[in-house]
């Protein structure tokens, strides 16, 4: 069963701009931190943004000032702007809900690949 279903990733040249999609189910998204992950190339998965359910938001160092995270708490979605991308930020992006004293749910990932 699908628990989160993201979209927008795709091929892009350095300097360009993506925004990435995440939609959950109403139950699951009120109750979570939604965050964003990317796994590349040779490396682990690392956390890229979070944003709580209020709305306060982080970001990791390689990312900040370039990508912007929000939420519709009315649509149940979460996005991810990011601007300026670098080849280093090739890397499938997994979407993630993390129920506030449940479970956590993950997104298939989509991929974002970054030319020079």
């Known amino acids: 069963q699908v628990q989160l279903a993201e979209s927008g990733g795709g091929l892009v040249q350095a300097g360009g701009s993506l925004t990435l999609s995440c939609a959950a189910s109403?139950?699951?998204?009120?109750?979570?931190?939604m965050g964003w992950y990317r796994r590349a190339p040779g490396s682990r998965r690392e956390l890229v943004a979070s944003i709580t359910t209020s709305g306060f938001a982080m970001y990791a160092d390689s990312v900040k000032g370039r990508f912007t995270v929000s939420r519709d708490n009315a649509k149940n979605s979460v996005s991810l702007q990011m601007n300026s991308l670098k080849p280093e930020d090739t890397a499938v992006y997994y979407c993630?809900?993390?129920?506030?004293?449940?479970?956590?749910?993950w997104g298939q990932g989509t991929q974002v690949t970054v030319s020079s």
């Open positions: 109403g139950t699951i998204f009120r109750n979570s931190v």
């Open positions: 993630a809900a993390e129920v506030i004293g449940g479970d956590d749910y």
